[in-house]
């Protein structure tokens, strides 16, 4: 099974790149983020010609998730599991596919250290922890696939000094990925490629991207059971390229048998 991610940052502006992607790299499970738009506009229709079935979690110009699955659709969570208080922002959906219960995430940018916003984003990765007890524990097969707005160690930016004193980079964000991995989750990209520093998101301005001054904040978070079997990952870097990208890359796992 491959499973992939990607913030589209606008899927009415990328909606021809998504689909050229789906033609190529022919994941059986994409997760988006960034869609900004609400359920009544995303195009399941269009997703269906492709051979996916879709759900999506959106309410506007902002945020939005979706999950896209050749391999079935079932048991979808829109935002956090009962009983956990419900998030004020749609970022967060779960569905199983082809037995794997899959999450796809678009964790708070946080702005500013120590901010109400920054604050916010811990708590919301706090809930993000008790959300996958309630899908059922790290007994279960999960993948939490999305842009997390954390770079999990300094390999994961370009040059971290350039960071100091930003989010993204804190210890406390840090140690919300670190909770994760406690809790029974993989990093699924970091177990097939331990020392690369290879990253999924440029910032549009100062030619970042041909200057490799990246980061890897979009990350497939997987249980034991399945990082295991884990046999390749890559982050598609032709997908940032060309006329319109994205300011991230998708990143995708290959589960073997």
Known sequence: MRIATWNVNSLKARMARVEEWLGYAQPDVLCLQETKMPDATFPHLAFAGLGYESVHHGSGQWNGVAILSRVGIEDTVLGFAEPIVSDRDTRVIS????????????????????????????????????????????????????????????????????????????????????????????????????EERLYSYWDYRAGNFHEHRGMRIDLIMVTASLAGRLCWALVDRNARKGKQPSDHAPVFVDVCD
């Not at 964790?107 to 996958?132: I, Q, T």
């Not at 930016?157 to 100091?164: G, L, N, R, S, T």
Request: hydrophobic share 40%.
């Open 95 to 194: 569905a199983r596919c082809g037995g794997v219960y899959v999450t796809s995430v678009y964790v708070p940018n946080g702005r500013e250290v120590d901010s109400e916003h920054y604050e916010y984003k811990l708590e919301w990765m706090g809930k993000l922890g008790a959300h996958l007890d309630a899908l059922g524990g790290p007994g279960v097969e999960m993948a939490v696939c999305g842009d997390y707005n954390i770079a999990p160690a300094d390999m994961d930016v370009w040059d971290p000094a350039a960071f100091a004193g930003a989010t993204h980079v804190t210890p406390r964000e840090r140690d919300a990925i670190r909770s994760m991995e406690q809790w029974g989750m993989v990093d699924g990209f970091r177990s097939v490629y331990p």
